[in-house]
Structures are given as structure tokens and as C-alpha cells.
């Protein structure tokens, strides 16, 4: 792996299009074109295009792949069928999170997608408990990833593939045609919306991006940065890793129970059977605030004078039009309904405990 | 990038324009630039005390807070009210519209610590 900063196969087109463009996991990314609200918003509502090439995917095969998969995550892969996608996580021993992921059910094989910022720390972690007769390849660096959400994803998704999207469910992928090469993607993202994430070869990047972006003018897709990328997870209570889970969390803290199945074993599991049984002694929960001021990460959550947790993730919610916080609590606090207070520049702005997700709308929950 | 000549600086990217003894403090262009998608501008109250160098208040955007810096010491006697529905004038009208705070000077010999135009613009463009 280098220490260079890594331009993506798209970077000269953000440019071009006037992307703000910052280093982010070792990646040259667009954070924002035209603001993060409009972007935000036009996904939401009509459709919106993201180059999410800088994450990463790992390739496991042989005839143990399952077996090894099995003991690295906590999800169950032996469900998967051919063409399904999990949302899976790895923890180490102490069930801290190592990565969240998604699995991607092969015929012969799974693809894993993981986050960038992990993709060296996950191959090591990886590679270090592979099992004979189970192969680990790295194909970040020959992968690019563009990604198509919101409401009306389909109609420009359609215009680019001879594939039947209309019998396509959710979490599930297809190898197909699209700008006449075939390729894998997947109906899938990170937004709340329905929407669509394409796996280019690098000799098809332009292809595929020009033949995406002339679908979307006719839908007014418009580019998103990774600060609306933020934001629509945020509303999602999508957990990002290295602000709402990494080493010291686990997914039963997190409220990603649902993707612990205990009765596999796995790394952690005793751990975290144990967590689920005796409940965590925090949970991660939406918090709604009043007034305009925002929350950040680190800021202390208060009940009364005592400090009962932190913020993980703030922003204020261009859906919502208010402030709101991912954060821990003592389970006592985490019901939905509590109120609580965060402190915001010495001033402790009253929040209250909300169901999630904050946004309620989202054409894929 | 628009920076006017008759406007004082801070390399912390506030302006500052002066009559008499009062000075009307904004944020520069070049930050306005920078911060899009402004939600909301904390300010003190008129009566309220602030020191040079000091943070007066904060320009929240959906990706993150900044600390606007008071460039000169003394009383708030002006606060522009029509930020706390519009905040994003600042990002439109940054030497206008979107003024901050006016303030009734303490100690004018602060003001030639402050950046002139010329020395500004180098500061931004190098």
C-alpha cells in the first residue's frame, strides 16, 4: 500500500464540475459541489450521483471461504443465496468493531465492501486468521464505484442497462450490460433511498460515467459530495465507522443486534452473547435538539448535571430542519421519549430521544 | 474574490470597516467562500463586552462550527438581527447584508494591529 494520495478514475470530472475537492481515507473525494443542503435534498427527492470508489473490495474464495467468512463476522452468510447482499460487521475478540461491511454472495465467491479507511487494517486482520484452503485478493485498486440514490434512481439506472430492474429487490445484485460492458451492481446504499451502486472495471470508468450522467440530465440528477453522503445516512441512524462504532463499541451497543447471530460462533461471540444477556451497559441513540445550535462529536450528553454519554455524529438535518445527534447513553437514558441535554459551548441545549430513523420518509428504510 | 479597499482585515478572515469610533465587523468573501451552507450565527448581545483576539461568537454550517475572532475590543452596540432567519446573507452578501456586530471601540490603537487591503489579498493569494 502507498502513502500517496489517490485521485479516483472520476476526479478530473468533479473538477470539472466544480467539486470541492479534499483528502479523505488516503483519497482525493469530492466533499461537495453546489452545498451540501441542495445536494441533500435532491436526493431525497429526485436523484443524486456518488463516486464512492475510494472503498474498498476484497474478493474470498477457495473451498473454505464460507467456513472462514462464518468466523470472522457476526452475521449469518450460510443464509445468503446466490445474488443476496448482507450488512455484516467484524469484531475482535473483545467484540469492538473492526468494520461494518457488506457481503456480496458470488456463485463461486463472496465480495466484501468495506469502508476506506479501514481497507488496510481490515486486509491485515483478515489475512491474519485465514484458514487453509480459503484465498484473500484485494480489487480496491481496480474497482471503481459509482453510486445512483433517491427516489427516482430507477428511471436513470434504467436508461443505462437492458436488465429488468423492475423484478430487482433490495440487497440483492446482478451482473448485466450497462453502457454496454458488463458489469456487477447492486440495489443497495447508504442513503435511506432507493438506489443503485455500480462496480466499474477501470476500462469502462468513462464509459459508465458519461453514459450515467446523460441519463440523469433529463432527471436533473445532480452530483453529491461525501457531506450529504453524511448527512442522508445521519438522518438514516446508518452507523459510520471511526464516529458511531470502531474498537471500542459493539454492534449490541450500537443497536446492530439484528446482525449478531449467536448461534454461529465467531470471534467475540462469547462476548457478546454475554452483552445481549446481561444488556449493554450504553446504547447508541437518536437524539432530536431544540434551538439551531449543532452538535459534534465528542460533545458531553447530560442528564441533569451528570454527564451520561457523548455525541458520535451532529449535523443539522436538512430533511428534518433541526439539529440532531448520534450518541451513547447509560441504558437507563436510552429509551425513546427521554429528554436529556447536550452542552454546546458551555450551554447545555435541551435534546430529547427519538425513535429512529429521524427521517421517516426515505423511499428505502 | 472580492476585497474592498477601504476595509480593515484580521488573518482569521473578518473585515472590519470603521466610522468614527464604532467598527462593523463581518466575515471576508474569501470565508464566506469556504463556509456554505450556513445555518445559523451565534452573536452576542448588545451590551456585551468583547476583548481583540477574543471569540465573540460562531458560524455554524451543516459540516461544522468556526469561531468568529473580535478584531478590536469593546462594546456590542449593534447586532444584525436578520441573520437568525438568513443566515446564509453571509454567504451572499458578506460585506453587506450579512454584517455581524458593531462595536464602540475601547482602544483604536488596536486597529493597527489589523491587515489593509493590500496585505490581506497577499495573505489569501499568496
Not at chain 1, 447508541?284 to 439551531?292: F, R
Not at chain 2, 467562500?33 to 445559523?40: A, C, P, R
Request: with cysteine; charged share 25%.
Amino acid at each position: 500500500m502507498t502513502d500517496e494520495i489517490v485521485k479516483t478514475a472520476f476526479y478530473d470530472y468533479h473538477f470539472a464540475a466544480g467539486g470541492k475537492m479534499v483528502e479523505f481515507a488516503g483519497f482525493k473525494m469530492p466533499i461537495q459541489y453546489q452545498g451540501i443542503t441542495a445536494e441533500h435534498l435532491a436526493v431525497r427527492n429526485n436523484v443524486g450521483l456518488f463516486d464512492l470508489s475510494h472503498m474498498g473490495e476484497f474478493e474470498v474464495s477457495g473451498p473454505r471461504a464460507l467456513d472462514f467468512l462464518q468466523k470472522v463476522t457476526t452475521n449469518n452468510i450460510a443464509e445468503l443465496e446466490v445474488g443476496q447482499i448482507q450488512y455484516n460487521c467484524m469484531t475482535l475478540p473483545s467484540g469492538g468493531i473492526v468494520d461494518d461491511l457488506l457481503i456480496y454472495r458470488l456463485p463461486t465467491d463472496y465480495m466484501l465492501v468495506v469502508n476506506a479507511a479501514n481497507i488496510d487494517k481490515d486486509f491485515d486482520w483478515l489475512r491474519s486468521n485465514l484458514s487453509a484452503d480459503a484465498e484473500l485478493v484485494d480489487r480496491s485498486p481496480l474497482t471503481s464505484l459509482l453510486a445512483i440514490q433517491g427516489p427516482n434512481a430507477e428511471q436513470v439506472m434504467s436508461q443505462i442497462t437492458d436488465y429488468d430492474l423492475g423484478g430487482m429487490s433490495y440487497y440483492t445484485w446482478a451482473e448485466a450490460s450497462v453502457a454496454g460492458a458488463k458489469m456487477m451492481f447492486s440495489r443497495t446504499g447508504y442513503t435511506g433511498e432507493d438506489g443503485f451502486e455500480i462496480y466499474i472495471p477501470p476500462e469502462h470508468t468513462d464509459a459508465v460515467w458519461r453514459a450515467v450522467t446523460e441519463a440523469g440530465k433529463k432527471h436533473n440528477m445532480e452530483l453529491i459530495g461525501l457531506a450529504a453522503r453524511d448527512t442522508l445516512r445521519l438522518e438514516m441512524k446508518m452507523a459510520l465507522y471511526g464516529n458511531d462504532i470502531d474498537e471500542t463499541t459493539t454492534p449490541i451497543e450500537a443497536g446492530l443486534s439484528w446482525i449478531v447471530k449467536l448461534d454461529k460462533d465467531f470471534i467475540g461471540h462469547d462476548v457478546l452473547a454475554r452483552q445481549k444477556e446481561e444488556k449493554p451497559k450504553r446504547r447508541l441513540v437518536c437524539l432530536e435538539l431544540e434551538g439551531k445550535a449543532i452538535p459534534r462529536q465528542g460533545y458531553d450528553i447530560l442528564d441533569g448535571d451528570d454527564v451520561i454519554g457523548s455525541v458520535t455524529s451532529g449535523t443539522f438535518s436538512p430533511s428534518l430542519q433541526k439539529p440532531i445527534a448520534l450518541g451513547y447513553v447509560v441504558r437507563r437514558k436510552a429509551k425513546s421519549g427521554t429528554r436529556v441535554s447536550i452542552v454546546i459551548r458551555n450551554k447545555t441545549i435541551p435534546a430529547t430521544v427519538v425513535k429512529p430513523p429521524f427521517y421517516k420518509n426515505a423511499s428505502h428504510k | 474574490m472580492n476585497v474592498p479597499a477601504e476595509l480593515k482585515y484580521t488573518d482569521e478572515h473578518e473585515w472590519i470597516g470603521i466610522e468614527g469610533n464604532i467598527a462593523t465587523i463581518g466575515v471576508t468573501d474569501h470565508a464566506a467562500e469556504e463556509l456554505s451552507d450556513i445555518t445559523f450565527v451565534e452573536l452576542p448581545a448588545v451590551g456585551d463586552e468583547v476583548t481583540a483576539g477574543e471569540a465573540f461568537g460562531v458560524i455554524e454550517t451543516v459540516k461544522a462550527a468556526s469561531d468568529l475572532f473580535a478584531p478590536v475590543s469593546g462594546k456590542v452596540v449593534e447586532v444584525n438581527t436578520t441573520l437568525e432567519d438568513d443566515p446564509e446573507i453571509v454567504t451572499k452578501e458578506p460585506y453587506g447584508a450579512g454584517w455581524m456586530i458593531k462595536i464602540e471601540m475601547s482602544d483604536p490603537s488596536e486597529l493597527e494591529k489589523l491587515l489593509d487591503a493590500e496585505a490581506y489579498k497577499k495573505l489569501i493569494f499568496g
